[in-house]
T-cell receptor
Framework: DGGITQSPKYLFRKEGQNVTLSCEQN?????MYWYRQDPGQGLRLIYY???????QKGDIAEGYSVSREKKESFPLTVTSAQKNPTAFYLC????????????FGPGTRLTVL | GNSVTQMEGPVTLSEEAFLTINCTYT??????LFWYVQYPGEGLQLLLK???ADDKGSNKGFEATYRKETTSFHLEKGSVQVSDSAVYFC??????????????WGLGTSLAVNP
């Protein structure tokens, strides 16, 4: 089955540690996205990538980093510089030029203790 | 700039009631419009979409019509079920600088359906 996988579903880290969230897709989509979701704030775009080896900052990129070395993979690193990292993180992908329809993974809930 | 405004929740209905969740937008050009649904603890699923004025998107008994004259894309369902309890997001597809396409999101509307 084609789809987007995010792992793990729940992640706990101590304050001051960097942590990397995994996102893999086998849909052959060119574009991939990372969102952060907090209660009552909807979805906020962190980073996105339209093609391999290229990515752009979204609305709240500070304290996060990404890489896009393979079409299938778009890992997100939450660094110690992110002041309030506890949130639900969602990865999505889309076909470029398909009117913007995005398909989402199941999400990773990160809790920083 | 482009934006999406959807009605605040929570919305609480009894089973078999009629549902309307309002969504209005501000956009330049001719964006595509979307409704996504998020069940508790899960990612978002595309519910329906419309790509041009007067298009009607429909899926699982839900419908929404792209109204350019009122810049609206209201979500409706004639008879809700307990299993429809979720958060519903309205979104529009916006072409940003560098020809990159992004989704602009509403804040979501929580729906609870009681038996």
């Amino acid at each position: 089955d084609g789809g987007i996988t995010q792992s793990p579903k729940y992640l706990f880290r101590k304050e001051g540690q960097n942590v990397t969230l995994s996102c893999e897709q086998n849909l052959n989509h060119d574009a991939m996205y990372w969102y952060r979701q907090d209660p009552g704030q909807g979805l906020r775009l962190i980073y996105y990538s339209q093609i391999v080896n290229d990515f752009q900052k979204g609305d709240i990129a500070e304290g996060y980093s990404v890489s896009r070395e393979k079409k299938e993979s778009f890992p997100l690193t939450v660094t110690s510089a992110q002041k309030n990292p506890t949130a639900f993180y969602l990865c999505a992908s889309s076909i470029t030029g398909q009117g913007g329809t995005q398909y989402f993974g199941p999400g990773t809930r990160l809790t920083v203790l | 700039g482009n934006s999406v405004t959807q009605m605040e929740g929570p919305v609480t209905l009894s089973e078999e009631a009629f549902l309307t969740i309002n969504c209005t937008y501000t956009a330049t050009g001719y964006p595509s419009l979307f409704w996504y649904v998020q069940y508790p603890g899960e990612g978002l699923q595309l519910l329906l979409k419309a790509t041009k004025a007067d298009d009607k998107g429909s899926n699982k008994g839900f419908e929404a019509t792209y109204r350019k004259e009122t810049t609206s894309f209201h979500l409706e369902k004639g008879s809700v079920q307990v299993s429809d309890s979720a958060v519903y997001f309205c979104a529009l597809s916006s072409l940003s600088a560098g020809n990159n396409r992004k989704l602009i999101w509403g804040l979501g509307t929580s729906l609870a359906v009681n038996p």
